[in-house]
Structures are given as C-alpha cells and as structure tokens.
C-alpha cells in the first residue's frame, strides 16, 4: 500500500499539539451541515442504534463523537494516519466515549477483521484516494473493492465528496450498489451558473 500522504500527517499532528494546548478539536472537515446531514438520514430512515458503523477517514473522531451522543452504540473509526487516531482517542476520552473503537488501518487494504458493518460513511476519503498522482484509477477500483468487502449486502453506504459530481459518483460506484438518494447540500454561485460544491450521496449495496 502507498506511504501515508505526509501533509495530512502533519495537519493531524499539528491539530494533536492544538488539542493538547488548548482541548479544542481543530477543523471539522466539511463543517457541521455535513455531519448533521448524515445523522438526520440515519434518523429518518430510523435506522437502528445497535447498527454497525465505520466511519472510513475518521480524521479527528468529530463525526463518531456526534453519533455516539445521538444514541449509535456499535461505532468504528479507521485512519492511515496515526496521529489522526491519537487525535481522535483524545477526542473521545474528552467526551467519555468508550463505545467508539478506533484503528490505524488502510481502507485500500482492510484487514481481516474489518467486514460486517451495516453502515459505511466516508466524507473526503475516497476524495482523497482519488487525487493519488500513483494511480488514481486503480486506487479508485481498489476503494470499491475494500467497501464491497467490509459493508453487508444491503448495507448503507453514505459519501460526501467535494470532488465529484452525482453522476461521476454513480459511475464510479456502479459496481455491486444503487443509489437510494441524494442528499440536499450547500449550492454556490459563479458566474451567474449555480452549481454543488458538495455531494452527498447514498448507496445500499446489492
């Protein structure tokens, strides 16, 4: 699997130092609406609280943090990064939340154990995985290999993206899920065009 991309490293290590120095959780990637958008569909579709959910890219943990105060029990965190796990256990133990688990795992090669989950969430991970200048393509192809493998059939898939469009989504997932809807996002104008600067999609898996 590829090295870690460094500068996501050193951007979780500085919000490490930050949380030390001051207990503050640093950026929230996507801002709130993101994270309140996910757990209003969860809700809404009244889907269990015993579910299990794998939050791909935890980052700084913020996203399972919030899930864990809205009732979810079963709540998995992964993150190539080590400081973005070191930050998150920090995270948690701030909130006492010891119903969050938490690894250093590449989504691209999930181990064994990672398999099962009822829910997989991902916002700004495959982004991410998509911008590799290696291979992109194959990394893509891999990522949704490594979903296939870790999320039940019939599983909810949920992805916010600021790289790419529905339709590109579509495509790209095509393989082994549909896609159940779309969630409503922040629109932007330029130019006189309005378009989505994110995407909010969810997949079940067939």
Not at 29 to 55: A, N
Not at 123 to 144: E, N
Request: aromatic share 10%; net charge negative; proline share 4%.
């Amino acid at each position: 699997s590829s090295p870690p991309n460094s500068s996501w490293d050193a951007a979780y290590e500085r919000e490490l130092q930050t949380f030390q120095d001051i207990g503050d959780t640093g950026e929230i990637w996507f801002g709130e609406e993101s994270m309140v958008r996910i757990i209003r569909w969860l809700e809404k579709h009244q889907v269990p609280l015993d579910s299990s959910v794998l939050d791909i890219g935890t980052g700084n943990g913020v996203l399972l943090v919030e899930l864990a105060k809205s009732g979810y029990m079963n709540l998995t965190g992964i993150d190539y990064s080590p400081s973005a796990i070191q930050l998150s256990e920090k995270v948690r133990e701030k909130e006492g939340m010891s119903n969050i688990k938490l690894k250093v795992e590449d989504f691209l090669a999930p181990s064994a154990e990672l398999s099962g989950f009822d829910i997989c969430i991902d916002k700004g991970t495959f982004d991410a995985v998509s911008l590799d200048p290696g291979d992109a393509a194959g990394k893509r192809k891999q990522y949704v290999g490594s979903l296939c493998r870790v999320l039940k059939p019939e599983g909810f898939f949920l992805i916010t993206s600021c790289n790419w469009t529905k339709e590109e989504l579509l495509n790209e997932f095509r393989e082994g899920f549909e896609i159940l809807e779309e969630l409503p996002t922040p629109k932007f104008c330029f130019g006189g065009r309005v378009g989505n600067s994110v995407t909010a999609l969810v997949f079940q898996r067939k």
